[in-house]
């Protein structure tokens, strides 16, 4: 089941029925739908190994060695559907209308090349300009990205920066191009954490300014509560709930979403030790029957081991939706009603 669009928001990106399939034969990502709408900020919030890059990587067609296949009912952006689109106009997508900031910003520019030299070669890939008018581009993209000296930055190579100024720079160049949609895969995960909240901010403020889409990967639940406006919790290649994030954090639907919460450190709970989840993640390919969760799930009992579909928590509202059939019971009346 797909997420639904409130009534007055346009969807940007629809993914219905996506799954991945690596060459050992082992489904990596399985049956994942979802959608995007205009100027929204949607987390794809899971522990390592679940699949979300995975899941992000296949909207572009993008995906690293040792994959076999894309299977998926339908990938679309605004209406043209990426999954069937020819090579060459694939290319003019990516990075174009739909760029990715990666996780590591050492690893992001080509040492060899000057930073201004790499945005400017962007930008004359996906808009038909003048070295002049696009080196005017880069440079405005730079200091739009909160860079001070954008000239030095546009003359550096990339070893001459900072982490933080490497990431700012790679966003700058990522948005240059006036992209619909953003992916940033765990943006500030290689930063110092002085620096994270800086690069969260200037993501907030640029997405708020041109109306960007945002697709954001992480595990860091405060990324999460600081960005976005909507959560996907995916565990073990499927997504197990879609909700706002404000009523993810205050009533959390699924059994996961609620361990990992529990698992937060908390100021007012002395605790001896910090709290856990236990078991571990199940890796593709041993998954258990039915509910993935089930092993490790504190609410598990009989029928978990059918199959769970998602499904809308809110029967009135239909802005919630759980892969749990006993999510009704577990959290009170109040989820099968209008708040």
């Not at 919460?261 to 030790?273: K, S, T």
């Amino acid at each position: 089941m797909t997420a639904p669009v409130a009534t007055g928001h346009e969807t940007l990106i629809r993914v219905e029925n996506l799954s991945v399939t690596l060459s050992s034969g082992v489904r990596a990502v399985d049956g994942v739908s979802f959608e995007i709408r205009r100027g929204e900020c949607v987390a794809l919030v899971g522990e390592s190994g679940c699949g979300k890059t995975l899941t992000a990587l296949s909207l572009l067609r993008s995906l690293p060695p040792g994959v076999d296949r894309i299977e998926c009912g339908r990938i679309e952006l605004g209406g043209r559907r990426l999954d069937r689109m020819p090579p060459g106009e694939l290319r003019r997508v990516r990075g174009g209308e739909i760029a990715m900031v990666f996780q590591d910003p050492t690893t992001s520019f080509n040492p060899l090349f000057k930073i201004g030299a790499q945005i400017v070669e962007t930008i004359r890939a996906h808009r038909r300009t003048g070295r002049g008018a696009a080196e005017e581009t880069a440079l405005e993209a730079l200091e739009d990205a909160g860079l001070d000296g954008p000239s030095r930055i546009f003359d550096s190579y990339s070893h001459q920066l900072s982490g933080g100024q490497r990431q700012r720079a790679f966003i700058a160049m990522a948005l240059a191009t006036g992209p619909k949609l953003l992916i940033a895969d765990e943006p500030t995960t290689a930063l110092d954490v002085t620096v994270q909240r800086q690069i969260l901010d200037l993501l907030a403020r640029l997405a708020a300014e041109r109306g960007l889409s945002l697709l954001l990967i992480t595990h860091n639940l405060a990324v999460v509560a600081h960005l976005a406006d909507r959560v996907l919790m995916m565990y073990a290649g499927q997504i197990v709930e879609s909700a706002p994030a404000a009523d993810l954090f205050s009533r959390p639907g699924h059994p996961y979403t609620r361990a990992l919460l529990d698992c937060l450190p908390r100021l007012d709970v002395v605790r001896d030790q910090p709290p856990t989840i236990p078991g571990s993640v199940p890796r593709p390919g041993n998954w258990p029957a039915g509910c993935r969760f089930r092993d490790r799930c504190v609410s598990a009992a009989a029928g978990c081991e059918n199959s769970q579909e998602l499904e809308q928590l809110n029967q009135d509202k239909g802005d919630r939706l759980v892969r749990c059939w006993r999510a009704v019971e577990l959290n009170g009346p109040q989820a099968g009603a209008d708040d």
